[in-house]
């Protein structure tokens, strides 16, 4: 029966019943050994508290450098403000077109509705 899979039997009405504190060592293992596999994630901090930061959670990410943290915190180092010419063109980001005008227009021509010769005139 080596390499054989064997097949779960539901327990019987005979089988020994462990002790109660017995049974609470072994479900205390048990859980111990899942709450070992859980990944370990930070504390979040009380809304009170933005600024708040456990210290359990400063030595984990020490190991691991985020280029992107990095180089935003030397941005916030650094003392020096942006400096801008008032004479230098400002580069647009949009650039109208007259795509949306002919939408607009086109819209416009489904809906309304021209009935000129429909007009009835009444003369005294």
């Known amino acids: 029966m080596v390499g054989q899979p064997t097949a779960t039997v539901k327990p019987s009405r005979s089988d020994e019943i462990i002790d109660p504190d017995q049974q ?16 370990k994630r ?19 990410q020490s190991d ?17 403000g942006i400096v801008s010419d008032d004479n230098s063109p400002v580069e647009e980001e949009f650039v109208e077109t007259g795509y949306y005008k002919e939408l607009v227009s086109i ?6 509705v021209l009935q000129s010769s429909n007009i009835l005139c009444l003369i005294n």
């Open 64 to 80: 691991a450098a985020i280029p992107e943290l990095i180089k935003f915190q030397s941005l916030i180092s650094q003392s020096q």
């Open 24 to 39: 609470l060592k072994l479900s205390q293992q048990v859980r111990s050994h899942f709450d070992s596999l859980l990944p």
């Open 107 to 112: 819209d416009k021509e489904h809906h309304t």
């Open 42 to 60: 930070p504390q979040k901090p009380n809304r009170s508290d933005p600024d708040y930061i456990p210290s359990e959670s400063l030595s984990d």
